[in-house]
Structures are given as C-alpha cells and as structure tokens.
C-alpha cells in the first residue's frame, strides 16, 4: 500500500483527496478521526475519496482496514 501522509483539498485540483494507492478492489474500510478522538469519516468500501469536507486543515488520524484478510494499518494525516 501506499498511503499518504498529507493530501491537500483547497480546491487548486493537486492532491484533493486522500487517495491510498494499492487497494484496488476488495471491501477496505477507513476511519478517521480528529485529535479529540471523535470520528469525522467512515466508508466501506473505501474508494479514494476522501476530501475532509468542511473540516479545517491539521492533523487527522485514519485506520486503514480490510477484515477478510485480516490487515489494518493506521497512521496521521
């Protein structure tokens, strides 16, 4: 896999969604959440679209996951 450590959704069109290189197809789930914690996105399946939508910019914790194969990684962004 290949996953970010930064992405940056301002609108300039480079880099505007979390986009995991690697996951091709299967039922992967992503969790992330803000520094308190609390969840601000879930999707299963994931499908690199991720954009922090009415979020502002800083750190954010994601939980990368694919149950069938028993895989998860997690990491900042």
Do not use: C, M
Request: proline share 6%; net charge negative; glycine share 16%.
């Amino acid at each position: 896999l290949e996953v970010p450590n930064v992405f940056t959704p301002d609108g300039d069109g480079h880099n505007p969604t979390f986009w995991v290189g690697g996951i091709g197809h299967g039922e992967w789930l992503l969790e992330v959440y803000n520094r308190w914690g609390g969840q601000v996105y879930r999707r299963s399946p994931y499908a690199n679209d991720w954009a922090a939508e009415g979020l502002p910019g800083g750190v954010y914790f994601y939980r990368l996951s694919r149950e069938e194969i028993g895989f998860s990684i997690k990491g900042t962004v």
